[in-house]
Nanobody, 121 residues
């Protein structure tokens, strides 16, 4: 009923920047919290940043000052601007959203398919 599609990943050198996008579509009444998570090989998935429908943001300590999360409610799209990338930022990045559906006004949690970010020289 709801699809989240990430884009913008790729290979970048240390110190470089990438901008990830997450486009939501489907039977959406509203998107509540949107978040970005990442999972590196052999590690558990971890929260990178989140933003509420009112624009309140939350960041993991390891990205504070380097990453910026934002959203465009009209476009149902979330963004993650990543600056000052480090090799340890290499991971698959996943979009996550709590969505209220038109059909039922119930809220469910959804994940995107993930986009690879590789930071290497």
């Amino acid at each position: 009923q709801v699809q989240l599609v990430e884009s913008g990943g790729g290979l970048v050198q240390p110190g470089g920047s990438l901008r990830l996008s997450c486009a939501a579509s489907g039977n959406i009444f509203s998107i509540n919290v949107m978040g970005w998570y990442r999972q590196a090989p052999g590690k558990e998935r971890e929260l990178v940043a989140s933003v509420s429908s009112r624009g309140i943001t939350n960041y993991a300590d390891f990205v504070k000052g380097r990453f910026t999360i934002s959203r465009d409610n009209a476009k149902k799209t979330g963004y993650l601007q990543m600056n000052g990338l480090k090799p340890e930022d290499t991971a698959v990045y996943y979009c996550n959203a709590d969505v209220t559906l038109f059909s039922s006004f119930a809220s469910y949690n959804y994940w995107g398919q993930g986009t690879q970010v590789t930071v290497s020289s």
